[in-house]
């Protein structure tokens, strides 16, 4: 909770900060960016206190076979050697999952995962080729587990949880224009406070540019650990990336 509250105190005044001394000749550059993350997902995941946890592994063509629905984008603003952004991210997947032991002969899982950074940039190198950034943020998680155990020694029952959290991350990002058309790019981030016992995000890619608009590829790898109280969210997400972004 200090965390959180040192960061609602210190954003705000980071975007101050960055209108106010962002240098006069400088304009506000925006930047829209919507994504498809077709990522893996392996981990352990479990609802209540006596409810047995569920080992779920899905690949890329499972994500796809289950997905159910999905939302992503990046949006970020900067002036001068200032500026804010933010992600969405939802996902809706209902794939099969692993229970240990004999007790149930399968489990069904579903997982409506939302997640929702804001938080500012401050450019440690800026040149005409390049940008290298320090981040903080804060990132929301909105996650409900839904497990469906199907009988075997036991008979089967149905078993549900909703959670929300707070995690405060730090980290780097950059970007670098190798010429005209192309350019590489990547990010890191880890949790220094919050609920979570662990967080940390990477992502490398390559993009090209058009003329009016950008298509990036990469992959990218998150880490998710949380506990409370029998609910378990511990879960590697990793996969490739394709967006467009639209420069303005």
Known sequence: MIF???????????FQHSMAHAAAGDSWQFKIAP???????????????????ADIDMSFSDILKDLDFALMGIAEARKGRFGIFGEVFFIKVSPGAKTPGP????????????????????ALSQAPNHTFDAVVGIRRWDLDNKLKFESGILPGFDSSRQ????????????????????????????????????????????????????VDVGYRHQEIDFDDDGFKYDVKISGPTVGLIFDF
């Open 103 to 122: 007790a149930f002969s399968k489990v069904k899982y579903d997982q409506d995962l939302w997640s929702l950074s804001v938080g500012g940039l401050f």
């Open 163 to 214: 959670e929300d959290w707070n995690d405060v991350f730090v980290g780097l990002k950059g970007r670098k224009t190798l010429n005209d058309r192309w350019y590489i790019n990547g990010w890191g981030y880890a949790a220094v406070g919050g609920d979570s016992d662990s967080y940390w995000d990477v992502f490398g890619g390559i993009g090209y540019n058009f003329n009016s608009f950008s």
């Open 4 to 14: 959180l509250r040192s960061l609602a105190l210190l954003i705000p005044l980071l």
């Open 35 to 53: 994504y498809l993350w077709v990522a893996s997902q392996e981990g352990t995941v479990a609802t209540l206190n006596g409810v047995p946890p």
